[in-house]
């Protein structure tokens, strides 16, 4: 057995091996086709690099491996590892791992972590378990996963520990509580509309308050190229923005999406989150979304707010 870069030659075994995986029941990533499998282990970009090996026993492709290398925020990143079920316990995946972990380092000496982690630049969509319903970016590992376990061996450590949400959203309706807080927060003046790019202002001042690049990112792209048909959902204050979620956008697969949910801190405490939040559901209910999901920390209060709604 030996351990050599992933080539267009492995391409139909390591794929095979891939899509065999994920019916065992704590790989819960959506099977790929070979020009996805490609792109996400072969096809380097300008923005990261791609490392990716395989083990090859008697020229049988018995397990592989893959990370990333980030240019921009100098940062590596594991993306996948998988060793044949027939195969384990034979000191394969330890081999990848350690062939893996020497390229990155060596690519960047100024590397001092490798992460498993949804800003990968690589991502894979997951299967909500027990639905048809998939979550476009994997945040990291199951907890219940043998890659949980080989990784805790290896000295990986819990850095974050996330939660996934999901409800079905074809039915929702505001619950009494809901309402009553939607009704409380409007009798304080407070509009819930679509951002109105030529009476709205204060967008700015609110993304640098909540902190996030990602969002900021996010929004200002949607916003500069959807202009007044943005569907960027935004509570006003006497036309200050002082929230956000969004943008409100039906995927093809009927999954809402939106990139994030956030309230200015000057406006926190009297269910502007909460308000935000079911206004969001709805909204992706009535534009024809059949699902959401989400995933948020263990520890971020927010998940209350989820569960409330029902997630």
Known sequence: MHITKLEDKHLSEALNLFNKTTNRGDFLYEKLNIDQFRMKFLESTSIYDIHSFVAVENDQVTGFISGTYDKDTKKSYISMIIVDEKHMRKGIGSMLLKTLEDTLIKQDLMVKKIEIVFFNP????????????????????DQNSVAYLFFKSKNYI????????????????FSN??????????EKGVKFAY?????????????????????????TIHVEKMKDKNTLLVPTFNHRVIGFT??????????????????????????????LFAKLVMGLKNLGASYMTLFTGENNPARRMYEKEGF
């Open 246 to 275: 969004g943008p409100l956008i039906v995927e093809a697969n009927k999954r809402g999406y939106f990139a994030g949910i956030g309230t200015h801190s000057e406006f926190r405490g009297f269910g502007l989150g909460k308000a």
């Open 122 to 141: 690589v991502g894979f969509s997951w299967i909500v378990p027990n639905t048809d319903a998939i979550h476009p970016n994997a945040p990291g590992i």
């Open 195 to 219: 951002y109105d790019i030529e009476k709205d202002h204060g967008l700015v001042e609110l993304l640098d308050d909540l902190g996030s690049p990602v969002w900021k990112k996010t929004v």
């Open 177 to 186: 509580q809901t309402s009553e807080v939607i009704s409380s927060v409007e």
């Open 158 to 173: 819990d850095f974050a520990v996330q939660n996934a949400y999901y409800m079905d959203i074809r039915d929702y309706e």
